[in-house]
């Protein structure tokens, strides 16, 4: 197969069916074996065979008349057994008396085979009328539970949303618009938080050094926690409990 | 990967039908199928159909089988498919067609050299025995005492030697 070269496995190709032409039908792959490839044609006669004069038999001549003789002869039965030929196929094609005898016994089969068909059929359609009835009554169950259950399906949606919009109304007093952003402003503008203060073990908060708009110093009143509501690691002992203040 | 056997090729819309024989077997083994084909398509290429077979190597009984599709050649020949020489000396022999002249041919030549006498045929040598009658002619060579001329040409050389 490889000796064939490339042009071999291009023609190899499996059929695809359209425009089939033999090189293209081939797929006997491992049959060519031992074939060497044809020499192309523009190769031309060889060196060694360009001046080769090829040996012609020479026959007596009664021989060569005899020859000639057998291919007349040849010849001319080969075109009547092939005339020959050519009518059988022709009366094959056309049909001959056996054959129409054939043809009619086949009809005969044919229009019997149509009426086992028939037959047949009408079986079959009973059957499968009660089959499509029963699968028809199943679907139509299956629709209404479903129609049913999206029904459900969509209460249960509105009821979920009806419940965010409840919220949302309700956390919408408290939203910043256009008719309270001035006194939003104010308010966050005099509202000033100090993150400059401290925070003890015992959680009091030392807030920052404040200075007031005249300049003096003001402190502002630290908050206090209650003691018993931290944690007793937090709690003040009772040595230093006069420390803490 | 299924293969047919042969046969299959879509037919062209004109072909050249022709009824001929294509190698099949191997290396040191033929086999033939006979088969019809586009003549303008190579011998290993798909077939349209194969009719027969030809085995050339005789069997332990001495006999070359040949199969024929014989209804199918009809037909074919009928759609108007030429027959090779080959093909055609083939079906002769086997008595579904005239015997071809070739045959004849062929037997007058085989009877007249079986008229013949038979001649001497010379031994062909193997390579081994021409090997070994080359190597016995190169040690007869080497035994051999030289030839006078050979002989003659040395002593001069010698003498010249000796004169300078």
Redesign the interface.
């Known amino acids: 197969m490889l000796r ?1 070269g490339t042009t ?1 496995l291009k ?1 190899s190709v499996v059929a695809t069916g359209i425009d ?4 293209q ?11 060497r490839p ?1 020499k192309p044609a523009y190769s031309g006669i060889a060196k060694t065979k360009l001046f080769r004069i090829p040996k012609v038999p020479v026959y007596p001549p009664d ?1 060569k008349a005899e ?1 000639v003789r ?2 007349n ?2 010849r001319t ?2 075109k009547s ?2 005339n020959h ?5 022709q009366t094959h094609a056309a049909g001959s008396a056996e054959a129409a005898q054939g043809i009619e016994a086949e009809e005969a089969e044919w229009q019997e085979s149509l009426l086992r068909l028939k037959q047949w059929n009408e079986e079959v359609a009973l059957k499968r009328n009660e089959r499509l009835l029963s699968e028809q009554a199943a679907k139509k169950l299956e629709i209404e539970t479903r129609i049913q259950e999206e029904a459900e399906r969509q209460a249960q949606r509105l009821k979920e949303i009806d419940e965010i919009i409840r919220k949302e109304k309700e956390l919408s007093k408290s939203y910043i618009t256009p008719e309270n952003i001035d006194q939003a402003i104010a308010k966050a503008l005099d509202d000033k938080l100090d993150y400059n203060y401290a925070i003890d073990v015992r959680g009091n908060k030392y807030v920052g050094r404040f200075v007031n708009d005249s300049g003096e110093e003001e402190l502002p009143q630290s908050e206090e926690t209650d003691e018993t509501s931290l944690p007793p690691l937090f709690q003040s002992s009772p040595i230093s409990s006069g420390a803490s203040k | 990967m299924p293969l047919p056997a042969s046969g299959g090729a879509a037919l062209r819309a004109v072909p050249k039908l022709v009824i001929r024989f294509s190698r099949k077997g191997c290396a040191n083994r033929p086999f033939y199928h006979l088969q019809v084909t586009d003549k303008m398509v190579e011998q290993w290429e798909q077939c349209i159909e194969q009719l027969g077979t030809y085995d050339p190597l005789p069997n332990e009984r001495n006999e070359k089988l040949v199969s024929c599709n014989f209804e199918r050649i009809r037909f074919w020949l009928g759609e108007g498919a030429k027959l090779s020489k080959d093909a055609a000396a083939m079906l002769g022999m086997v008595g579904f067609l005239p015997i071809h002249p070739s045959s004849y041919i062929h037997a007058w030549e085989k009877r007249r050299a079986a008229e013949l006498p038979e001649p001497p045929m010379p031994k062909k040598l193997t390579w081994r025995e021409r090997k070994k009658i080359l190597m016995q002619q190169a040690e007869d060579r080497l035994k051999a005492p030289a030839v006078e001329e050979e002989l003659k040409e040395s002593e001069e050389l010698k003498e010249s030697s000796q004169s300078s």
């Not at chain 1, 089939?20 to 090189?23: A, D, F, K, M, V």
């Not at chain 1, 030929?85 to 196929?89: A, I, Q, R, S």
């Open positions: 064939q071999f023609k089939l032409i033999p090189q039908n081939a797929i006997c792959i491992q049959q060519a074996r031992g074939l044809r021989e020859i057998l291919g002869q040849y039965f080969m057994i092939r030929f050519k009518l059988e196929n």
